[in-house]
């Protein structure tokens, strides 16, 4: 009982419910260790081998492995109620579904781009440059 003394109570005087972390400082340590390496991989990955094309997808998966690691360890949602983590996911979902659409619409005018005229006479002077030149 001596360790009843030191729970928070309410402005009402009702016991507070209290916050036991439920991850050890090992787990934690490693996930950061884990986050530091993928972190280093995706720089090597992007300086020093020439993917092409794919180059993005294996960004993008080592940027979503790294976002799993924070969210289930660092944010609590391994030992979260599922309702919750359903919520957050959902909204992962969303955002990849945006990203992933995005990424693919870029894919049907690159040679719209590629095929338009050169503008290498055209006024490249900033708007308000060009009134104090007048």
Same mark, same amino acid.
């Given at each position: +009982?001596?360790?009843?003394? $030191? ?8 016991p507070l419910p209290s916050f036991n972390h439920p %991850?050890? *400082? ?8 884990? &986050?530091? +390496?993928?972190? %280093?991989?995706?720089? *090597? *990955?992007?300086?020093? &081998?020439? +993917?092409?094309? /794919?180059?993005?997808? *294996? ?15 660092? +944010? $609590?949602?391994? $030992?979260?109620?599922? /309702?919750?983590?359903? %919520? ?6 969303? @955002?990849?579904? /945006? ?8 894919? $049907?005018?690159?040679?719209? %781009?590629? @095929?338009?005229?050169? /503008? ?7 708007? &308000? ?6």
């Open positions: +009982m001596a360790h009843d003394s $030191h729970q928070q109570v309410s402005a009402e005087g009702t %991850i050890s *400082v090992t787990t934690l340590l490693a996930t950061f260790a884990a &986050l530091v +390496m993928f972190t %280093i991989v995706t720089v *090597v *990955v992007a300086k020093s &081998l020439p +993917m092409g094309r /794919f180059e993005i997808w *294996v960004s993008l998966g080592i940027a979503t492995v790294k976002a799993l690691l924070v969210m289930l360890f660092f +944010m $609590h949602m391994l $030992h979260d109620k599922p /309702f919750n983590v359903l %919520i957050f996911i959902s909204g992962f979902v969303f @955002a990849a579904l /945006f990203m992933g659409l995005t990424l693919s619409d870029s894919e $049907h005018y690159q040679d719209d %781009i590629r @095929a338009a005229p050169s /503008f290498e006479g055209a006024q490249t002077t900033p708007i &308000l440059a060009r009134g104090a030149e007048e």
